[in-house]
């Protein structure tokens, strides 16, 4: 994608127009600010409603405070029960394979130092390691706690379109396919050009197997250089 030159005044002043067009909106989660992350993972929609309002978690210059977050989002959901009465874990099945992707994310991954990246594979790519920022988010910013329960007026993806304008993903993992024919429809355009997509079933409902191929993919691919003119 190309280079965004929104600021983070412009961004919270943005995200807070949205929210209040669509107020039980949970437009991402990210440990830090979006304007930074390089990783995406993009679904359909949330299926945890907070009683507590996005904006009670964000800070225009820091961004989002996960850990905040989690404890509202935890302490929620272990109150819920499940249909046969059970208290519900602390993360949901999708929640809980993007930690693991997160967690591999906020490790460190790979960079390739090769021309050829079209031709390249993981084991001839040579490997160098850091940090990056990671950012899960949905097509539709409405939860519900189920896909077909999300009502026809809040089938809203303007929202998403925004963020992905507003941020630089160098890698995309869209889950589902309603995910993945969304972020098809963007990939068509130059927007995504140099974006690694990669893309699986639900997280909710990916294997073992099916997770560990989609970690398997995180590698970036190089960052466009401009020519040095002269």
Known sequence: ???????????????????SQCPKGRPFLCDGHPLAAEV?????????????RFVKFWNANAGMDLARFDQVY???????????????????PTRARINKIADEVSLGLSSPRNRYWAQSTIKRAVRVRRPYLWLATNVYWFPTPTQSSLPKAQMQNSYFLWLMGACNPRIIIAHGKQAQAAVGDLASGPSLKNVKLITCVHLSRISTVGLNAVLAQLVLPPKKRTRKSG
């Open 74 to 92: 935890c302490s929620q959901r272990t109150r819920q029960k499940t249909k046969t009465g059970r208290s519900k874990q602390p993360f949901s």
């Open 40 to 52: 995406f993972i993009v679904g359909f929609n949330s299926a945890t409603v907070l009683t507590r």
């Open 1 to 19: 994608m190309t280079t965004s030159a929104m600021t983070k005044t412009q961004f919270d002043n943005h995200l807070r127009h949205h929210l």
